[in-house]
């Protein structure tokens, strides 16, 4: 395993709602932003939410704002992804990945996160 390692995902039919964690090794978190992508089959990994060390900035693409929550606990070294009022269209494998600094520089690029994990498969049904 890596540093990173996604659990929580499975199989909800539309409407309903998945916690995603994800949890790190060691300082792996320590002073660092982590965000969320997702892939769908045959698309780009697309990003997701993304939270500061802290927990005081978040940021969430368009299409999840008002029905995912990004949120983390330190002293856990886990982030969490609650995703309520699923859709059929959230179906991927979900991946969190640390940010590079700083914090705000190209959220949405997949360069400018370093290590991450293997993902996890969220499947909603109709």
């Known amino acids: 395993q890596g540093p990173l390692v996604e659990s929580g995902g499975g199989l909800v039919q539309a409407g309903g709602s998945l916690r995603l964690s994800c949890a790190a090794s060691?300082?792996?978190?320590?002073?660092?932003?982590v965000g969320w992508f997702r892939q769908a089959p045959g698309k780009e990994r697309e990003f997701v939410a993304l939270?500061?060390?802290?927990?005081?900035?978040?940021y969430y693409r368009d299409s999840v704002k008002g029905r995912f929550t990004i949120s983390r606990d330190n002293a856990k070294s886990t982030v969490y992804l609650q995703m309520n009022s699923l859709k059929p269209e959230d179906t991927a494998v979900y991946y969190c990945?640390?940010?590079?600094?700083?914090?705000?520089?190209?959220?949405?690029?997949?360069?400018?996160?370093?290590?991450w994990g293997q993902g996890t498969q969220v499947t909603v049904s109709s």
């Open positions: 990945a640390r940010k590079r600094h700083p914090l705000t520089q190209a959220i949405n690029a997949i360069p400018a996160y370093d290590y």
């Open positions: 060691g300082r792996t978190f320590t002073t660092y932003g």
């Open positions: 939270i500061s060390w802290t927990g005081s900035s978040t």
